[in-house]
């Protein structure tokens, strides 16, 4: 079954321990791309790919951090949280996004930081 | 600055009728997403429009270049249509970034 895949999908944790939320796609698709969702601001995109090693600045990129190393992984890094990062966060994949394909997105994932 | 607005913000409507949610944009794009958003949380991808119209099923999706503005329509309206609807715009020259309108909350009462 196509899919993106995000892990964990709830997590609480407290400020300053470093933390990684995973994504993972199994349709080959080449670009990726993450967003939070928090309410009275909607979807915000964070960081992108549009292939293995190549990545960009979304519109709030400050204090995360992303990796492309493989295809199919386009894991999320907090390396010093803050609770101003608590929010839902998805990740999304498609085959290029230049061509304006729809995207697929993963089930979201709730972070609480205290 | 490049700005996506959605209309209306919350919307109830009976089971049957005809709903229209609108969106319009700032500037030139080069495409327009629709997405829905289920009460669980989960977003899935409805339409991609350049231009013109796109069908699925009971819902249809127009886009006016000209005048910036994007419909989406659902026909014959069902208790399961509930759901928040997003407008997401890729604006011309913004590399590969969307940008997302506020949505629109649909509820569709039996």
Known sequence: EAQVT?????????????LTVTCSQNMNHEYMSWYR??????LRQIYYSMNVEVTDKGDVPEGYKVSRKEKRN????????????TSLYFCASSPVEGKGQPQHFGDGTRLSIL | KNEVEQSPQNLTA?????????????????ALHWLQQHPGGGI????????????????????????????LHITASHPRDSAVYICAVRFSGSARQLTFGSGTQLTVLP
């Open chain 1, 6 to 18: 995000q892990n964990p999908r709830y997590l609480i944790t407290v400020t300053g321990k470093k």
């Open chain 1, 74 to 85: 386009f894991p999320l890094i907090l390396e010093s949280p803050s609770p101003n990062q």
């Open chain 1, 37 to 42: 969702q928090d309410p009275g601001l909607g």
């Open chain 2, 14 to 30: 009976q089971e049957g009728e005809f709903i229209t949610i609108n969106c319009s944009y700032s500037v030139g794009i080069s």
């Open chain 2, 44 to 71: 899935v991808s409805l339409f991609m429009l350049s231009s013109g119209k796109k069908k699925h099923g009971r819902l249809i999706a127009t886009i006016n270049i000209q005048e910036k503005h994007s419909s």
